[in-house]
C-alpha cells in the first residue's frame, strides 16, 4: 500500500512539474531560444518518465468496459502523448543548442509550423487532461452550496478570460496551421505573460472540469445526481464571457486575433479612434495657420544617411541641405478631403477619416491645386501637354520637396527613425512584425529595440499615433507620400531649397506604409514611381510657401514613356518554393509568352532557416548573384512580365541581376509577385529604380500560389495591363 501511495505521489508530482513546464514551454518570449530548447528536453524527459510511471494504464487499455469517463481520459491521454512526441520530434529536428546535430531531421519549414499547432495543441489537451481529473482530486472537499456556487461563478469568469486571451492571442491560427509564424509581444512583462498562459490554461480545465462531471454524472460515479445541464450552461457561461468582448471591441482584438497572416479584402469601417494624442501638448497656437497647417521653421540639415546606418542603400549620400520656412500639413490627406474637392475616392480601404491611398503623383498635383482653389489661394501647378509646370512663388497648395519632407520628418533628429529609437507598432502603423534590423536577427530577436508588434494590415486614422517634435503625425507608415522630385541621384552642389534632377522617369515617395517593414519607413528611405503609379498604400501630405522668397518656375515634363500591349511577350521569373513558378505557368497556358526561369549559379539553400539568412546576407550587402541561363536576344522582346516572391519586402537578388544585365529601355515590365501577407512591399520601388527607362504597368499580387482564385486573377491582370490571351 505505501508502494502504491508513494507511485502516486510521484505521478502527481511528475504531472505538476509538466504544468509548469509546460507553462515556461509557451512563454519563448521570456525564456529565450537557449533555455526554451533546454526545458523542452525537461518536458520530454518527464513525459516519458510520466508514461514509465503509468505503464499499467496502458496494459489495462483494451480490457474492461468504457464508460463516457474512460473513454474521454482514454481519447485525451494518447491525443497528448502523440502531440507531446510531435511537439519534441519537430523541436529537435530545429535544434541549435540542446540537440544540434539532430538539426534538419525534418524539413525546417514544416518542423517549425508543426511545432507552433502541436505545442499549443499540447497546452489545449493538458488543460482538459487536468480539468478531467479535478473532480476527484476535489472530492474531499466539504463547502457550503453558496461557497461553491461563488467558486463556479469565479471559474466561469476567468475560464472565460482564459478564451479571450486565447483568441486575442491568435491561437486558434496556430493550431489549424493558419500561420506559420508566432509573433510574439517581447515588451510585456515576463510576470505577464505567464499569468496570461495561466490563464488561458484554465480554461481548457474548466472545461475539462465541467466535462468530468457531465461524464461521471452520466456513468453514475457521482455521490448524487445532479441536473446535466448544469456544467453544459457552464461551459457555455464561460465560452459567453469570452466571446462577448471580442464582439464588443473587435479593433481590441484585430485580424491577428483569429490566427491569420494572410490579407484579406478591406472592408470598410469607421476610422480609428486617436490613441492618447494631445496635439496642445505639441502644438502652440501660433505654430498654426488658419487651415490649421504647422509652421515648419527654415534650417540646415544633414540629408541622406551615414555610411554606418543599417540597411542604408546607396542613393541616400548624405549631405548639407538648407530649406526655407514652410507649412505643412500635420496629418496625411484623408478620404474625406479628397473626396469633397475631387468627386471621387480611388482608395482601397474606406473612411472618411483614413488617408486617402490609390493615388497617382498626377492625381496629388491636381489635388493641390483643387484645394488652392477652394482656399481662394493662387494655384502653384499649370498641368498641360509639355507637363505640370511649377510657379515657385505661387502661395497655393503644392506636393513637398524631398528635401522639405525628409527635414520636416526628422525634426531635428539624426537617428534611421524620428522617434530616435527603433519604430514600434505603438508607434506608427507598418508590418510590425518585422520591426528594424529583424532580418538579421529573426532568430533571435532578443537584441533589438523594438520587438515584433502587431500587423493591422490596412490604414489607420491619420493621427491615431503620437506627432514627431514638429507636430506630424504618421510621417512614418500608414501610407507613403508622394514628393515633387524625380528620383536620382543627389547633387550636394545645390545645398539650399534643392528641388531635385531636373528630368527624370520617376517621382520620390516617401515614408512608408501600412504593408513596409521597418527598414524602409526611415527618415532616408527613397522610392520612386512614374507619375501615374497607383498604389494601396501610396497617398499625400500637402505644404505650402510660409514666405515670398521663392520665384522662378519648374517644369517636371510629360511622362515619355509608352506602355506597350501588343508586341513579343517574355515571361521571366524566380522561384525558390515554386509558387511563383505555378503563377508563370498560369500566365504562360493564358498567353501562349515565352517562358525563362531566373536561376543563380550557386542555388539558395533548400532549407527554410537557411534561405532566411541567405536571402537577406544577399540584400543587405546587395548583392548581384551570377546567372546560370541567360537570354540570347531581349530586343526581340516587348513585354516582360516579371515574377518573384517577395522575399524581405523586395525582390530577390538574382532578379537584381536579372534587370542589370539587359537593357529594359521602352520595354513595358508587368510585375507579379507571390507573397505571405505583404502584397509587394517595396519590390516596385526596386524594379522601378533598376529599370529606370522601362514602362511600369499594374502589377499582381497573389498570396503564395493564389488557388482556385488563380486563373481568374490572372485573366484580370492581362486584361487591365491590355494583354489579350491566346
Known sequence: MSGERTNNMTRR??????????????????????????????????????????????????????HSYRAVTAILNILLLLCFALTAFSGMAMSGYAVPFLYGMAPASSARQTHLSMSHWACVLMGLHLGMHIPAMTAGLKLKDKAKAVLACVFTCIGGAGLWLFLRSGIPGYLFFRVPFAFLDYEKAGWLVLLENLVMLSFWAFVGTQTALICRNTAGKAEKKRNPLIPVVAIMASVIVGIVPMLIFPSAAGEASFGTSSWSAPQAEAPLEKENVETQDVLQPDDLTEDEFVLIDGGSFLMGSPETENWRIEDEMQHE?????????????????????????????????????????????????????????????????????????????????????????????????????????????????YPYEIEENYFDNSVLEARPGEYRQKTVAVGSFEPNARGLYDMHGNVNEWCWDYYGAYDAGIPEDPTGPTSGTRHVYRGGGWNDFAKNMRSAYRAAGQEDMHSYNLGLRLVRNADGSRSGSLTAGGSTLQSETDGKILIAYFSWGGNTRGIASEIEAQTGADLFEITPVDPYSADYNTVLMEAQEDQHKQARPELSEHIENMDEYDIVLLGYPNWWASIPMPVA????????????????????????GQSLTAIAKLAPDAVMGEGLSVHYSGGSALPGDVASWLEMNGIKGN
Open 657 to 680: 541581376s536579372f534587370l542589370e544585365e539587359y537593357d529594359f529601355s521602352g520595354k513595358t515590365i508587368l510585375p507579379f509577385c507571390s507573397h505571405g501577407g505583404g502584397r509587394f
Open 13 to 66: 508530482i511528475v504531472d505538476a512539474a509538466m504544468t509548469v513546464l509546460l507553462l515556461f514551454l509557451m512563454v519563448y518570449q521570456v525564456t529565450g531560444e537557449m533555455a526554451h530548447e533546454w526545458i523542452g528536453m525537461g518536458m520530454t524527459a518527464l513525459v516519458i518518465i510520466h508514461q514509465t510511471l503509468n505503464r499499467k494504464w496502458y496494459g489495462a487499455l483494451f480490457k474492461g468496459k468504457y
Open 321 to 433: 541641405v538648407t530649406v526655407s520656412s514652410f507649412f505643412m500639413d500635420p496629418y496625411e490627406t484623408t478620404q474625406a478631403e479628397y473626396t469633397r474637392l475631387m468627386g471621387e475616392n480611388p482608395s482601397t480601404f474606406s473612411g472618411d477619416g483614413l488617408p486617402v491611398e490609390n493615388v497617382s503623383w498626377l492625381d496629388a498635383v491636381r489635388y493641390a491645386n483643387e484645394k488652392s482653389k477652394d482656399a481662394g489661394l493662387t494655384p502653384v501647378y499649370t498641368i498641360d501637354e509639355d507637363g505640370v509646370t511649377w510657379d515657385l512663388s505661387a502661395g497655393g497648395y503644392r506636393l513637398p520637396t524631398e528635401a522639405e519632407w525628409e527635414y520636416a520628418c526628422r525634426a531635428g533628429t539624426t537617428t534611421p527613425f524620428n522617434t530616435e529609437k527603433s519604430l514600434s507598432a505603438k508607434e506608427a502603423n507598418f508590418y510590425g512584425h
